[in-house]
């Protein structure tokens, strides 16, 4: 079983920084994806942006193209989201989600970013 620990949400206001972390719970070698999805308020869970382990490739969705970053870091089994500029719109509950080399998901618990205008 692969657990998953976020961190790094918080309220901040329109324009300010965040970073969010996922700490996996075995080494992230293992796994083929690392992203990050986010869920706001009546609206269905939509990606964000992902990272490949292997290789480092990364996708962004439009609308934080350009603001949020994503990386990994190998030695502390950690996936980070930089998010700057950020805007009310990206208020949401944000989650980590790794896959495996045999295609297994995992989910974090969530973090909460609260962005005001």
């Known amino acids: 079983q692969v657990q998953l620990v976020e961190s790094g949400g918080g309220l901040v206001q329109a324009g300010g920084s965040l970073r969010l972390s996922c700490t996996v719970s075995?080494?992230?070698?293992?796994?083929?994806?690392m992203g990050w999805y986010r869920q706001a308020p009546g609206q269905q869970r939509e990606l964000v942006a992902t990272?490949?382990?292997?290789?480092?490739?990364?996708y962004y969705a439009d609308s934080v193209k350009g603001r949020f970053t994503i990386s990994r870091d190998y030695t502390k089994n950690t996936v980070y989201l930089q998010m700057n500029s950020l805007k009310f719109e990206d208020t949401a509950v944000y989650y980590c989600?790794?896959?495996?080399?045999?295609?297994?998901?995992?989910w974090g618990q969530g973090t909460q970013v609260s962005v005001s205008s």
């Open positions: 990272i490949r382990i292997a290789g480092g490739s990364t």
């Open positions: 075995r080494s992230i070698l293992s796994l083929n994806l």
């Open positions: 989600k790794v896959v495996n080399g045999r295609g297994n998901e995992y």
